[in-house]
């Protein structure tokens, strides 16, 4: 490698830390100047002290895990199955999945709120438990692409046709099939795809705002309009979260023995 | 009725008939081997009678019941696939724990059964690894062990050995039939490997284009071969040209030179008939035994170690034949005049 090649590339590196790092740093630095003249938590002690604060954040936390659920129970068994059987349906479905990406929230959320108000045949948002659905149903939706990217791609890396056959000729139906050896064979595909999920999930503003349920992204938007250090500080609560997730992808990765087979 | 009787199977992919009326009856405990040309349709019977494949029409009767209509996971048939298919997952244990664990098994039993398996296969110390830290050969051997584990009616075989080098190879092949012997399990093995065939199965199956073309023991297979096809498939085939020179006499001739044939040649098979010889039917230099002799002319010389091949030219064709090595006498030139002996007896008539 060439003198100018090699310094061209320190340079593209520290560009880029700078173009990621020093905004970030900006924004840590600014979040502990609540206190005059000296650095403090006191932006971050205030909002975790903040009961709301405590709510949002807990009912989007909720709100993740059964988003999880719910498009993993959705998106494992149709992945396996278009890969198993309807090879030939693959860019449809996949056309379907990345349908989220481009019908903005808004429209999918109008369409839940006609479909489903207090006057139509399936009245869904007159009931809290019923809202929540709705808002569960239209987060799986919005992670729709990123979850079943990340579980097809998984499952191509296993011979998925050649196991579910083996399995069946030792007995096994379709759940023990799914549960005992497709799941854990891409669990680490299916933990990645939860954790962009989660990050979706606790930023998400349109959806809760609209359907009115006291979920975090209302709450950090309703804060950045009021206060002056606060919202700093959940910028960097926020950043953590997320940061937080993407380790633990690296940590699932990790725990899982037998992936480091040179296939 | 036989332990396993599969009666006019046919399998279309499309338009494509690629199983065609195959028959086929195996009794309890034997070995039977499916032996044929690539895209011959092998997997295809063979999944058909696991279960992964329906037929378009026939029927497959496992201890006299109909099982067409089961599903894979209820007909109790093992199954061993050329890619081992064990569960990345799973340690070597827990695989072959798999279909006790499914068949709600107890926990001791199905320890103690594990545990036979794995000294079956002689791998009694690798329980605890995964299958990624295994050779191919180890891992096969597993495979076989986890499809054993729950007593299946019978065992199916698809090409499991063709994923693994030659020398494991051959001493998988005697293993397998070991096993399978000391268990005394129907199996139907699939291979395009005549020598795999040859040596491990009671019977042969010779499949080609969809249709089981001769149904035999390996000797009879090699020997007796009743089509074209298969006495071109099994073995090394010499075939001489010979005129028909009296037909109910049996009388031919090759090259000039008359030949007796030890029955009648059929009228069907017309003027010119072909007649071949294994290699080791035929023999350089007079000898006793072997009324016909050839004038010849040495082509090539390969030199295998206890057997040499020697080609010559007979004829107007080139044959293949056979001799062992002999410390004291150095083999042939090229080039060299020579002659070949055969006996009629030896002979497979084919239609020319
Ligand atoms: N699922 C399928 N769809 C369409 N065609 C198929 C399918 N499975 C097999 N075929 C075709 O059927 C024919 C027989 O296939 P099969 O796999 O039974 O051959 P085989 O004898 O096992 O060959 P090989 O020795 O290469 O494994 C082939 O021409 C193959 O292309
Ligand atoms: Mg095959």
Known sequence: MSLWTRLTGWFALLFGLGYFALPLLGLTEFSLRARRGVYSLDAYAKVIADPEFQQTFLYSVSMALVTIALGVFLVLPTAFWVRLRLPAARPYVEFITLLPLVIPAIV???????????????????????????????YTTLALPYMYRAIDTGLRTIDVATLTEAAQSLGAGWTTILGRIILPNVLVAVLSGAFLTFAIVIGEFTLAALLDRPAFGPYLQRIGANKPYEPFALSVITFIITWGCMGLIQLANRFTTYTKAPR | MSFLEISHLEKSFGPLRVVKDFNLSVEKGEFVSLLGPSGCGKTTVLRMVAGFETPDTGSIHIEGKDVVRLGPNARKIGMVFQAYALFPNLTVSQNVAFGLKVAGVGKAETADRVREMLSLIGLPDLGDRYPFQMSGGQQQRVALARALAVRPRVLLLDEPLSALDAKIRV?????????????????IFVTHDQEEALSMSDRIVVMNGGIAEQVGTPFDIYNKPTTKFVANFVGTLNTFSADVTDAAAGRVSVGG???QLPAAVEPAKGDRIGLAFRPEALHLGRAIGREVTLPAVIRAVNFHGSVIRIEVEAAGTNVALDTFNRADTPPPQVGDAAEVSFSARDVIVLEY
């Open chain 2, 257 to 259: 030179t008359p030949v």
């Open chain 1, 108 to 138: 999918i959320v109008f369409g839940y709120i006609r479909l489903y108000n207090t006057s139509s045949w399936l009245p869904l948002t007159g009931t809290i438990m019923g809202t929540n659905f709705l808002l569960a149903a239209g």
């Open chain 2, 171 to 187: 001493s998988l092949r005697s293993q397998i039939r070991e096993i399978q012997q000391r268990l005394g399990i129907t199996t």
